[in-house]
């Protein structure tokens, strides 16, 4: 497994503003996944950040909204921009060789104003 | 399409108990992969098991085992003899073959309470 920790852990921001979250693994690896966990809901695939190529977005998620940077294989940064209270939730990041073995980090708790 | 369904929205149970926490699952794939995490209050999603579709044996670590039947499409988690610190959401989770379905579906979690 890896060791995997982001910044900050939590924040409240204000509308309008924008929050960089960045997610950072001890060890190189092939992809990092942002995940989006709206409260008591389930966790919902935001883009897939793989080094070297842009980022691959879900249905629903824009590149406009939700920059994502992956400038090494150790390293990730997902901005959530011009938030608003509906952008309240955590904001996981997970690390992995392949899909089916990720591992999480602890989450960033976001919480608009 | 694949999806996860978790029945049990919200479950408690008084410590030392044994409780199931059910998961089905939809997929028109041969080759899946199954998952379970656990999320405590502090939010970090921590890994449980990972179970390929071709492998119905169950499986048993320390007081968790987990029960693969794919005649039902069910994937159900056992804690044996619970303890207030399995007091988690707990999420199933599928996936399919990577480079074919690059994601990880996850059902709504069961919020597991352990009274003492």
């Known amino acids: 497994s890896a060791v995997i920790s982001q910044k900050p852990s939590r924040d409240i921001c204000q509308r309008g503003t924008s929050l960089t979250i960045q997610c950072q693994v001890d060890?190189?690896?092939?992809?990092m996944f942002w995940y989006r966990q709206q409260p008591g809901q389930s966790l919902t695939l935001i883009a897939t950040?793989?080094?070297?190529?842009?980022?691959?977005?879900e249905s629903g998620f824009v590149i406009d909204k939700f920059p994502i940077s992956r400038p090494n294989l150790t390293f990730s940064t997902l901005t959530v921009s011009n938030m608003s209270p509906e952008d309240s939730s955590i904001y996981l990041c997970?690390?992995?060789?392949?899909?089916?073995?990720?591992?999480f980090g602890p989450g960033t708790r976001l919480t608009v104003t | 399409a694949q999806k996860v369904t978790q029945a049990q929205t919200e479950i408690s149970v008084v410590e030392k108990e044994d409780v199931t926490l059910d998961c089905v699952y939809e997929?028109?794939?041969?080759?899946?992969?199954l998952f379970w995490y656990k999320q405590p209050p502090s939010g970090e999603l921590v890994f449980l098991i990972r179970?390929?579709?071709?492998?119905?044996q169950n499986e048993i670590s320390g007081r968790y085992s987990w029960n693969f039947q794919k005649s039902t499409s069910s994937f159900n988690f056992t804690i044996t003899a619970s303890q207030v610190v399995d007091s988690a959401v707990y999420f199933c989770?599928?996936?399919?073959?990577?480079?074919?379905?690059?994601?990880?579906?996850f059902g709504k979690g069961t919020r597991l309470h352990i009274l003492p």
């Open positions: 997970s690390v992995g060789y392949s899909v089916y073995e990720q591992y």
């Open positions: 060890s190189q690896v092939t992809m």
């Open positions: 950040a793989n080094q070297g190529s842009e980022a691959t977005y």
């Open positions: 997929t028109r794939d041969t080759t899946y992969y």
């Open positions: 179970r390929n579709s071709f492998d119905e």
């Open positions: 989770a599928l996936s399919g073959l990577p480079n074919r379905d690059d994601k990880i579906i």
